[in-house]
């Protein structure tokens, strides 16, 4: 099974600060690669597909990038409503794994 | 707009069973997408549990759940199903039917809100 290690596992930020989280597969996943958001007692929402990709809806200020075993979710200007868990999934093969989560708080 | 329903979720004693069902509504050719079953223990991070493909003649497990799980799909109802038996305490989660981008290689497009099983005696 492929391994996803995010970090940071917490992160404190401000309203306005421009965010960093980063992701690394076990091995070579191509851009097979998304990112989700999670809120509390919600379920996620996708923000990040084919590692670089934005669905539609989701504010430019998030972007991802990164190939093969490397990959970040930045968030240009963190706005309040950003204030959330998130979760790379890697989906080059079954079984598709997540990475442990992101949590992204006020400092 | 896309919508995921879960059902079935309630409180089982370890050993027993339970069927989720997860009806999609809101888009069109129903069989051309797998559509994925993730879990949620409480506090933690999300699991993939299950997937089927569009057509349903291909089924994919965790091994944590590898023989005591199955899933299917009824196509001509838009509706997928998680059969879960011999149930244990770690099965406890919210669990989420996910509609795949496509009928491989799939990221999550749209996510139910949740059906919460508890496995307890």
């Known amino acids: 099974d492929i391994q996803m290690t995010q970090s940071p596992s917490s992160l404190y930020a401000s309203v306005g600060d421009r965010v960093t989280i980063t992701c690394r597969a076990s091995?070579?996943?191509?851009?097979?690669l998304a990112w989700y958001q999670q809120k509390p007692g919600k379920a996620p929402k996708a923000l990040v597909y084919a590692a670089s990709s934005l669905p539609s809806g989701v504010p430019s200020r998030f972007s991802g990038s990164g190939s093969g075993t490397d990959f970040t979710l930045t968030i240009s200007s963190l706005q309040p409503e950003d204030f959330a868990t998130y979760y790379c999934h890697q989906y080059n093969s079954n079984p598709s794994t997540f990475g442990q989560g992101t949590k992204l708080q006020i400092k | 707009e896309v919508q995921l329903l879960e059902s079935g979720g309630g409180l089982v004693q370890p050993g027993g069973s339970l069927r989720l069902s997860c009806a999609a509504s809101g888009f069109t050719f129903f069989d051309s997408f797998a559509l994925t079953w993730v879990r949620q223990a409480p506090g933690k991070g999300l699991e993939w549990v299950s997937e089927i493909s569009g057509g349903g003649e291909s089924t994919y497990y965790a091994d944590s759940v590898k023989g005591r799980f199955t899933v299917s799909r009824d196509n001509s109802k838009n509706t997928v199903y998680l059969q879960m038996s011999s149930l244990r305490a770690e099965d406890t989660a919210v669990y989420y039917c996910a509609k795949g981008s496509g009928y491989s290689n799939i990221w999550f497009t749209n996510w139910g809100q949740g059906t919460l099983v508890t496995v307890s005696s």
């Open positions: 091995r070579d996943i191509s851009t097979w």
